[in-house]
């Protein structure tokens, strides 16, 4: 019993079918440098792979420094970002691993990481905000206003026209 308990299934945070496939885990920790090359530049499906490998299992850190070195500045800002996902993702049922991921992305000093990072949680808070996901257009905030959108907005205001 206690040998199935340190098993590394104990250590995900999400269930079993949003995990990543086992043999793509062990291809990334071998060798993280495979996942740059088959996201062929494409950030956002690099984001999404890194955060679904972190989130099944969280200890490969250690790889991620790797593909940290190797990757360019956009792909980095991606890595950063997969490693907020991840976080967050974490937070609710391994609150441990999420500390731990958090505490990486803190020690990496790297630029592009940080933003990637921070901006990440920028972008999930928002969508926290706007529960249908609803985006404001060039045209504004609509008939309320104010911090807490409780001050009504002048109906008759000019629209911003783009230019």
């Not at 976080?87 to 803190?106: D, H, L, Y």
């Amino acid at each position: 019993m206690s040998v199935l308990a340190a098993s590394p299934s104990h250590a995900q945070c999400v269930d079993f079918s949003d995990r990543a496939k086992k043999i793509d885990i062990d291809t990334f920790s071998k060798s993280p440098i495979i996942l740059l090359e088959s996201m062929h530049n494409d950030k956002d499906k690099l984001k999404s792979q890194l955060a679904a490998y972190l989130v099944t299992n969280p200890d490969l850190l250690a790889p991620v420094r790797t593909l940290i070195t190797e990757a360019t500045a956009e792909e980095r800002s991606a890595i950063g970002a997969a490693l907020r996902v991840a976080e967050m993702r974490c937070t609710i049922r391994k609150p441990i691993a999420a500390q731990k991921i958090a505490s990486f992305a803190q020690r990496i000093e790297d630029a592009a990481v940080a933003k990637g990072y921070y901006t990440a949680g920028e972008d999930q808070s928002s969508v926290a905000k706007l529960p249908d996901g609803n985006k404001k257009g060039p045209a504004g905030d609509g008939l309320l206003s104010g911090q807490w959108k409780t001050e009504i907005a002048d109906p008759f205001k000019p629209i911003a026209i783009p230019q």
